[in-house]
């Protein structure tokens, strides 16, 4: 630890209600509960919460002052401990009460009395470790590199940067957890994670559900009545796709296999499913008019029950 006056930010002479004001207003800028998600806060909290616990005491003060111990409290000499029970840690005694009977969650009842109950129970487990907090981040990824795993680096809120293993198969809003690579923990606690959140880009033709891969088949109106071999896009590269004869708008073509691909060696890759729709040309004409004229009188047909009728 650095110097516990420079910490505070006294001099040598500050008295012992001016080491305890220079506190107070330290705990109340970077304690937890003011600066959340905050790790360069939460480390000058510790600090602080570290040098007051020296400077409150008078006999460590003395000790440090004279430099018989240091910034941590260590004797700076081996075999002398100014405080008679190894490496000055006794004068404290139960509770980590100093000699004086400062202790620094005390001045807690006072800075976050309407944030913690400052009743003798939760003093008494102030100090204990915590877990740091999760972090959060997102990344966003292609659609088919959503379907054939990728990575990616990212620079976590400590500044580290690390690669990100997106497995194949994942879905847009799902999250990966890289364990211990979140916000530090406080009093020795262990660090939160990171949680990474995916959002996956939409696709121009191909959309998604669960392992199954939908398409939208435009085709014209005579491929529709006749039947047709039609090209498709698959994961896989184009197949020749046969469309039967009178098939209406909306019918929908399976093809086995042809789906999201297999993330383990287990299961089996999903289907797709093509869906058609027909689609009459944008400009009408002498020609169509006088077709579906003459095929309105020789093939008349229904297509709306009596549950269309205004009845």
Partial sequence: MNDPYKVLGVGKQASDAEIKKAYRKLAKKYHPDSA??????????????????????????????????????NPKFQGFNPFGQGQ???????GGMGSQGFRPEDIFADLFGGLRDA??????????????????????????DALAGTKRQIK????????????PGIEDGQQIRLKGQGLPGSH??????????????????????????????PITLYEAAQGAKIRVPTLDGPID????????????????GKG??????????????????IVLPEESSPELDKLMEDLAQAMPYQVRGTDFSNN
């Fill in 36 to 73: 959340k998600d905050d790790a360069k806060a939460q480390a000058k909290f510790a600090a602080a919460t570290s040098a007051y616990d020296l400077l409150s005491d008078k006999k460590k003060r003395k000790a440090f002052d004279s430099g018989e111990i240091d910034a941590e409290g």
């Fill in 88 to 94: 000055g840690s006794a004068s404290r005694g139960a």
């Fill in 119 to 144: 009743g003798p129970q939760r003093r008494s487990t102030t100090m204990q470790p915590t877990r740091g907090k999760d972090s959060q981040h997102k990344i966003t990824i292609g659609f088919m």
């Fill in 156 to 167: 976590l809120q400590s500044g580290k940067s690390v690669n990100v293993t997106v497995k």
């Fill in 188 to 217: 020795g606690g262990a660090p939160g994670d990171a949680i990474i959140t995916v959002h996956v880009q939409p696709h121009k033709i191909f959309t998604r559900e669960g392992s199954t891969l939908k398409l939208d088949l």
């Fill in 241 to 256: 796709l046969k469309i039967p004869a009178l098939s209406s708008s909306g019918r929908t073509l399976r093809l086995k």
């Fill in 260 to 277: 999201v691909p297999a993330d383990t060696k287990t299961s089996t890759p999903g289907d797709m499913l093509i869906t058609l729709r």
